[in-house]
């Protein structure tokens, strides 16, 4: 038997994070935004909490669902906390990766948690080596913490200011001393970060599904290069660092996001939509059947119903209970791993002609079991749609993708790609079309799709 991780999707976004700040119930309420934000990592997650005095701590491998029960929940003391959903495992010792990070610093206790990626990681990292850093993780995010211990400032946020001021990449950073909350979007603005209300209190979180869960209000996103303190009962807001054009992750409309937050000002499901409705602009077809790859898939495929005029058919079922390793069988069963996930509905596609609708070609050869899979229950036409450009190049941003070389678009042809996957039509929109989809287009990062990276790593 062989057992297989069954997340091998290509694109993974790298983290989510949550924070509460005066709420009795704070870590409770953390563990539940974790919930709603799991899908932006199921690796590992964490906790830390604070009740004035000290600081609480709890974090293991796995969904938050493995990591916390009623029992560590309950010694996660005190009215303010932060949490963390973790993508990567990379390193020696994963566990120490997961986040928050807790360090002393000068005047105390500080808990650090991060999405995204830096670019000059690699050159921090040895220059604070060669001044005899020692380093607990492999995480990017204890750089961070070391610059900020390094500070010759007074204040905790002005410490945090000189730190990032060293620091660039695409960060939203929430931390948690013993008396305050502080939430950090980088001056690019690549990932999404919103501050919500819950009966008085302040909560922070990657998207706003996080504020639905737990009955919150959202009030407004934090902008691209803004700090907001909360300390004392107060809140202060600055922007201390130089403004750049923003960069906001459009593939966050496109896939990674959930489709019931609001991101970037604006409601996914309805950008989704709109995806689907210019892809059928774009790329028309006549067709019986316009079926969703579920479930990123489904709501740029009822877009593509929409304006097409094409019955929309849930034609491909999703298993939502699968875990994240299966035990493969040792005589191999074609395409297992995507069955396992995927089963299309024979009695529906039979002797029909299909516009299967994606949000992306990685590598291909996920489209190609997935178009394999509706010949075999009986699709007698396959046309893909995918409701994105062509990927051609990675992200160094805070999402993990493959490398250039592995990116199918990056080296052939639509055409090519067609036949490799075994489609009778492919139609990617177009990033024109991709655009106007979105409201501000001129403050969204489309470097995966036309190689205009605005920071590349500095360190190779
Ligand atoms: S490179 Fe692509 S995935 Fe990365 S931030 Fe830009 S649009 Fe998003």
């Known amino acids: 038997m062989l057992l297989k991780n069954l997340w091998n999707k290509s694109l993974k976004e790298e983290c989510g994070v949550f924070g509460i700040y005066e709420h009795p119930e704070a870590a409770h309420l953390t563990y539940l935004g974790l919930y709603a934000l799991q899908h932006r990592g199921q690796e590992g997650a964490g906790i830390v909490s604070s009740n004035g005095q000290k600081l609480f701590e709890h974090r293991g491998m796995g969904l938050v669902n493995d990591v916390f029960r009623e029992s560590n929940l309950n010694l996660l003391q005190g ?13 020696a010792d994963p566990l120490k990766d997961i986040q928050p990070l807790v360090v002393h610093y000068p005047s105390g206790l500080l808990a650090l948690a991060h999405n995204g990626n830096l670019t000059n990681a690699v050159a921090l990292r040895r220059e604070l080596e060669a001044l005899g850093a020692i380093f607990q993780t492999t995480s990017d995010t204890e750089i961070i913490l070391h610059l900020i211990a390094k500070s010759q400032k007074t204040t905790l946020p002005q410490k945090i200011a ?11 950073l929430l931390f948690l001393t013993k008396d305050s909350l ?13 501050i919500g209300e819950l009966s008085g209190a302040a909560v922070v979180a990657s998207e706003s599904c996080a504020f639905d869960l737990i009955g919150a209000t959202y009030g407004r996103d934090i902008q691209p290069g803004e700090m907001v303190v909360w300390k004392e009962g ?4 600055s922007f201390p660092w130089v403004q750049h054009p923003p960069q906001q992750c459009v593939f966050e409309h496109i896939y990674f996001a959930r489709p019931d937050s609001r991101i970037f000002g604006e409601n996914v499901y309805e950008v989704r939509k709109a995806l689907g409705r210019q892809l059928a602009f774009e790329h028309p077809i006549q067709a019986d059947m316009v079926v969703p790859v579920p479930d990123s898939g489904v709501a740029a495929a009822i877009g593509f119903s929409e304006y097409s005029g094409i019955p929309f058919q849930m034609g491909i079922i999703r298993n939502h209970y699968v875990g994240r390793t299966f035990i493969e069988p040792e005589q191999a069963i074609r395409h297992f791993g995507v069955k396992i996930k995927l089963n299309p509905i024979r009695d529906v596609l039979k002797g029909k002609s299909v516009v299967m609708v994606d949000d992306s070609i990685v590598r291909g050869t996920t489209s190609q079991k997935i178009v394999q899979l509706l010949r075999q229950s009986g699709a007698r036409e396959v046309h893909v749609r995918i409701s994105a450009p062509p990927t051609i190049g990675p992200c160094f941003y805070g999402i993990d993708t493959p490398t250039q070389s592995e990116l199918i678009a990056s080296k052939k042809s639509t055409q090519d790609i067609c036949q490799f996957i075994g489609a009778d039509s492919l139609g990617y929109l177009s990033l024109e079309g991709l655009l106007q989809c979105v409201r501000k287009s001129n403050q969204y990062c ?11 790593p500095s360190d190779g």
């Open 182 to 194: 502080i939430a950090v979007r980088d001056s690019y603005g690549f990932r999404p970060l919103m």
């Open 234 to 237: 107060k809140v202060e807001s």
């Open 79 to 91: 009215n303010k906390s932060i949490g963390h959903v973790r993508y990567s495992t990379q390193g």
């Open 446 to 456: 489309t470097a995966c799709f036309d190689g205009k990276y605005v920071l590349l």
């Open 162 to 172: 000189d730190a990032l001021s060293k620091v660039e990449g695409a960060y939203c």
